[in-house]
C-alpha cells in the first residue's frame, strides 16, 4: 500500500459521498473530528443547486477509509468500508485517498433505509443525483468546493482565475490504467499546485458529446481549461514534467 501519498497526512479519516448518478464528494480529516456526512451533503446541496441536503443518501452511499495507529503494536492500519451500493467505485476511492490496490470491505446493509425502492422515490425532488456528471469534487470545512457542472454550454460556469484550475481528463472506460493515471496526477496537483482545483474525468463512451466539444479524438487526453489558454495533452499523461509545463505559466 502507498501509506506516504503526498499532501496527505500520516493518519485521517477519509469519507466520501456519492451520488445515485455516479459523482462523488469527499473529505479529508486528520482531526478524526466533525460531522462530515452533514456537510458533505450540504456540499452537493451546493454543487447541484438542490431544494435542501440530500440526507437520505447516508449511509446508502457513503465509503470511510480510516488510517490509524495500533496501540499496542504501533504499526498503520488502513480500515476501509463502502456500502453495497457504491463498493463499485473502489478504484476511484482508491484513487482520491492515495492507496494502492486497497479491497474496500462491504458495510452491513441497511434494511429500511436502503431499499432501492425507497430511494428512488426522492428521483423526482433530486432529479440533479441521479444524472451523470463525472464529478469528482474535494470538499474543504472552510467553505471552499472546488466543482465544475457540464452543460451544453458550460463556458459560463467557468469560475475566476483566481478560483484556480479547471481540468477535465478524457478515458476511454474505467480500468486500472485509469487509476493509475489518477493516482499520478493527484499527487502531482496536490504537490505542485497552491490553489484550488477541480478534475472533471469524462468517459468518451458516455459523453461522446462532451468529447466532441473539446476536441478530443484520442485517449487518454488531459484539457486544461481554465485559466485559459486552453491547453492539452494527448497520450502522454506519465509524463510529470509535461503536465506541469501544461499547467504552469513559463515563469513559475
Not at 452511499?61 to 504499526?75: F, G, M, S, V
Not at 441521479?130 to 466543482?147: A, H, M, P, Q, T
Request: aromatic content about 10%.
Amino acid at each position: 500500500m502507498n501509506q506516504n501519498h503526498p499532501q496527505l497526512p500520516e493518519l485521517f479519516k477519509g469519507i466520501a459521498l456519492f451520488t445515485p448518478g455516479g459523482d462523488l464528494i469527499y473529505c479529508i480529516d486528520p482531526n478524526k473530528q466533525g460531522r462530515w456526512h452533514l456537510d458533505l451533503c450540504a456540499g452537493l446541496q451546493e454543487m447541484l443547486g438542490l431544494s435542501e441536503p440530500p440526507h437520505f443518501l447516508v449511509p446508502c452511499y457513503t465509503a470511510t477509509i480510516d488510517k490509524w495507529l495500533d496501540p499496542r503494536t504501533q504499526e498503520l492500519r488502513i480500515s476501509a468500508e463502502a456500502y453495497p451500493l457504491v463498493v463499485r467505485h473502489q478504484a476511484l476511492l482508491n484513487a482520491v485517498f492515495g492507496i494502492d490496490n486497497l479491497v474496500w470491505q462491504v458495510a452491513p446493509w441497511q434494511e429500511g433505509l436502503c431499499d432501492s425502492i425507497v430511494l428512488a422515490t426522492y428521483r423526482e425532488q433530486f432529479p440533479q443525483l441521479w444524472e451523470e456528471n463525472d464529478l469528482v469534487v474535494k470538499f474543504e470545512r472552510n467553505g471552499l468546493i472546488n466543482y465544475f457542472h457540464s452543460t451544453n454550454d458550460d463556458s459560463r460556469l467557468l469560475p475566476p482565475e483566481s478560483q484556480g484550475y479547471v481540468l477535465r481528463l478524457f478515458v476511454s472506460n474505467y480500468s486500472v490504467a485509469t487509476e493509475r493515471i489518477l493516482q499520478n496526477l493527484y499527487k502531482l496537483l496536490e504537490e505542485s499546485l497552491n490553489c484550488p482545483y477541480t478534475l472533471k474525468v469524462i468517459d468518451v463512451f458516455k459523453h461522446p458529446e462532451q468529447a466532441e466539444a473539446d476536441q478530443v479524438s484520442a485517449t487518454p487526453t488531459l484539457v486544461k481549461v481554465w485559466p485559459k489558454p486552453i491547453k492539452r495533452i494527448v497520450g502522454e499523461i506519465e509524463d510529470m514534467n509535461k503536465i506541469l509545463r501544461l499547467l504552469l505559466p513559463p515563469d513559475a
